[in-house]
């Protein structure tokens, strides 16, 4: 009997027959195989895409932030909208790799390495538009706090904008710390089942020199516990900081004390509809359907309805609060945004985010994959009108005579299609050449979780407990 | 550093290690290390391993991290170059405390990261003896340090249930290397009985 028991009224995390060796080999084998023609398609797409945003921003850097339609009131416009929308894509990776590791949720197993993946360049893709929204970007260090020739002059600490230079920069620097020790002994597994010589020296110098002794696994176990607690709390204060830059002005709209539970659950959703979209291709593509499994699915479409139904709850309380405040121009500000000129954008917003998870409670829904893949895109659509709206509730200030209407001009547009180029080619790169799986967590879940372990223990849940007792005692004897 | 001679047993299942273990450890043998594909709890336990103070180190990371953001923002702003925000504070804790908390954090993790590195002696680069190349895959490897009873503790092995059993000569610490490359330090010979 395995030392640790699970009621077979659980799922099983892992399903068909299962071995140590069978797990290694199913998620090892695709990197081990030639790269198909679809695979390289596809990373051909996401390149021409990342070649396209990278020509939209030198245009940019070359005549200046002026090619893009910003205007007087509209000062940040889809530039930083597809900041806040990639970064809090991000925040489902680390939530499943530190909450829910905390939480000791089994499931997170099967999705963590490629969530936090995800969060990786999901952040890499939002650091790209504060950085060339600077316009001169050659200046970009000046946001770092070192002595220099200008007085020294300092950054401004108490400024919300320099609190997200900090809270993005440490957010990427962990989360990838994280993924990499998560990485290492996986990748001398497939440095040690190599054939080639130079996946054998590839893989040697990723995997660290790992070899799995005792002394090793007791110091990961430590490092990835800390880093869990270490993370939650920042995932939770990066997405509050980066709300912060929207609720710290008093400009009707922009000063709202919910923005920042508002936002980490806005994070979420969307990151988890992130992860259903990316997911549910890879485990296809990949055959990895018995660790990614329906109920793998179905747990994550439970924090899509919740989350999203936070949001809807957040986005009433604005309204309510607009109206019970009694300040005209905060009541003008929510006015516009419901039947104003952007009225389109909010009720997508409302439609994609509040009333479409709510299928969700349904479990024929939760469990049906075509719909959840329809869904995870139906709400990061969602999600991006949010911060749209956000930012047009500016384009009509105190002065008519600054009242405008912004769309993008093509390199707003051309930069935004460059960062989905980004993502996706790391995220091709990835799903080619590293374990999208955790192969060392599944292995320490298959006896519990795995169905053909728990399989043998329905024969032990159906006997009587003299019968149980005399079997364990006898087994003691031995 | 040194090169020495190991009786390694292989194990296919961690419930037949732990009993080997006890057994081992109360015949007197000294394990020199067991090597597994994936963390089993209660193994460092059973191996009488203490447990890793890395969580303490941690703790002194961030601490320093806390102390750093934190005595640099107030100097600046209050002695350095104090700038006048429509009348606000110089030494504004409350505005203080993100990227106090965001520095905590950084430092602990990469203080961790680097501390963790050095203790396992892992860095890209890095060359250690595999005592089976499934140590990574399927199978628990337990290698003891012998001088000259190899054949009667393989022997013993054997009857703790190893599926496998081997005597080995190998460099016991790291060296920089090629995982591409045969091992080969010292002119020892890789003897595999």
Sequence with gaps: MHLKYESSVREPLVDGNKSYHQITEDIVSPIEAKPTKLWYFAFFLSVSLLAFGAFSVIWEVYWGTGVWNLNKTIGWGWDITNFVWWVGIGHAGTLISAILLLFRQGWRTGVNRAAEAMTIFAVMCAGQFPIWHMGRVWDAMFVMPYPNTRGPLWPNFDSPLLWDVFAISTYFTVSLLFWYSGLVPDFATVRDRAKTKFRKLAYGVASFGWTGSAKNWQRHEALSLVLAGLSTPLVLSVHTIVSFDFATSVIPGWHTTIFPPYFVAGAIFSGFAMVQTLLIITRRILNLEEYITLGHLEAMNKVIVLTGSIVGVAYLTELFMAWYSGVLYEQEAFRLRVVGPYWWAYWAMMTCNVVSPQFFWFKKLRRNVPFTFIMSIIVNIGMWFERFVIIMTLHRDYLPSSWSYYSPSWPELGFYLGTFGLFFTCFFLFAKYFPVIAIAEIKFILKTSGENYKNEMLKIEEQSNEEFMHEQLSHAHH | ?193
């Design chain 2, 1 to 193: 550093m040194a090169v020495k001679k190991f009786v390694v047993g292989c194990y296919d299942d961690e419930a037949v290690l732990f009993p080997a273990i006890k057994k081992v450890r109360s015949s007197g043998h000294k394990i020199h290390d067991v090597y597994t594909p994936f963390p089993v709890h209660g193994l460092d336990g059973a191996m009488g391993l203490k447990e890793t103070d890395l969580h303490v180190a941690g703790f002194i990371y961030g601490i320093t991290g806390t102390c750093t953001a934190l005595g640099f923002m107030s100097w600046i702003f209050t002695q350095d170059w104090p700038v006048n925000f429509g009348g606000k504070p110089h030494f504004a804790l409350p505005a203080f405390i993100p990227i106090t908390f965001e520095l905590t954090v950084l430092f602990a993790a990469v203080g961790m990261v680097l501390t963790f590195c050095y203790l396992n002696q892992i860095m890209p680069g890095v060359k250690k003896h595999l005592f089976h190349p499934r140590q990574t895959d399927d199978l628990f490897v337990m290698a003891i340090e012998v001088t000259d009873n190899e054949a009667e503790i393989e022997a013993f092995l054997k009857s703790t249930g190893t599926v496998e059993t081997s005597v080995q000569v190998a460099e016991d610490g790291w060296w920089f290397g090629r995982w591409d490359e045969e091992e080969n330090y010292q002119d020892a010979k890789f003897q595999t009985a």
